[in-house]
C-alpha cells in the first residue's frame, strides 16, 4: 500500500480528533497486518469504491468513545451504547470524508459509502492486494485505531483477470 | 459552549428554523445544540434524502443542513429535489467530503453554501448570517422583544 494513499487519512485523522478533543494527539503504533481484523472495541467500516477501493477501519475503546463524543459535543454525554455506536461511526465519516477530499483534489474519484458498525469480532483477512495498515493514535481520551485496507481499482481488475 | 448574538427571523423576530438532515443521529444533536446557541430551533430532523424531501414539504424551514454520504438517497440530490419544488429554499450542505468535485456539484444543484465537517460553529455561523441575507436580524440580548 503506497504512502501517498495512507498520508491523507494521518492528516485528516490529525486535524478531526485535534480540533475535536482540543489537544494534540500522537501517532503511536504503526503496523502492516495481514491476518483477519480482529476487533478491540466499538468499530466502524467505511467502504470505498472507484478509482481507490477498500475498507478503513475505526476502532475505540467504549470509553474512548464516550469521552471523544463529548469532547466532539461539547457537553458531557453518558456512556450509553446507542450514543457510542453513533460517535464512532460519525468520527469515521469525518476522517474519511477528509482523506477522500484531499484525495480526490489529487485526481483520484471514488465513493465514500455510509459508515456500518463492524459488529463481528474478527474481518476479512488482507490479501497481499490489501494488506492492511494499523495506525494507533493516542489522545488524551484513549487510543483511537485506524485500519486501513486500500488498492488502486485497476491493480485490483488485473489481479483479477 | 460559545454563544452568539442570536440570528431571528426580519419579518417577525421569531427564531429561523432548520431542518437538519444527517444519517447520523450524533451528528444531528450536534448540530441541534451548535443551532441553539445561535438562537435558533430545530424545527425536523432527517437521516436520509427522501425523508428530508417529506419533512420539508411539512414544516417548510428557514434553512436546511444537509448531509453528502447518506442511505436511500444522498444529500445533493435531495437538494436539488427540494430547490426544483422550492425555489427559494435555502440549502446549506455539510459534509466532510468536501472536495471541489462536491462543492461544486451541489453550488450547481441548487445549494447556498458548504461547511465543511468537523463543523466550527464560528465558521456556520457566519455561512447563517449570509444564506439568511436580509431575512436574518441579529437580535441582541437587550434588544430581544424589541
Sequence with gaps: MKMELIQPFINAADAVLSQGLK??????NLAMEREAYRRKGVAAVVQLTGDIEGRVIFDLAPKTAAEVASHFAGTELPETDDLVREAVCELANQVI??????????????RVHPPEL???DDGPTSTEDTEALVLCFETASGNVFMNI????????????? | MEQFVPIKRSKDGQPVRYLIVDDSVFARKNLGRII?????????????GLTAITEYERIKPDIV??????????????????????????????????YQENIVAALQRGARHFVQK????????????YVLGEDGALVSAAGAGA
Design chain 2, 36 to 48: 441553539e446557541t445561535f438562537g435558533g430551533q430545530v424545527a425536523g430532523e432527517a437521516g436520509d
Design chain 1, 97 to 110: 470524508g477528509n482523506a477522500v477530499a484531499t484525495l480526490n483534489d489529487q485526481g483520484f474519484h471514488f
Design chain 1, 149 to 161: 485496507a486500500l488498492r488502486y481499482a485497476h491493480k485490483a481488475a488485473a489481479a483479477g483477470a
Design chain 2, 65 to 98: 443542513l444537509m448531509d453528502i454520504t447518506m442511505p436511500q438517497m444522498e444529500g445533493i440530490e435531495a437538494a436539488e429535489k427540494i430547490v426544483q419544488q422550492n425555489p427559494d429554499a435555502r440549502v446549506v450542505m455539510v459534509s466532510s467530503v468536501g
Design chain 1, 23 to 28: 489537544s494534540p494527539m500522537v501517532v503511536g
Design chain 1, 118 to 120: 463492524h459488529t463481528s
Design chain 2, 118 to 129: 468537523p463543523v466550527k460553529p464560528e465558521v456556520l455561523y457566519e455561512v447563517i448570517k
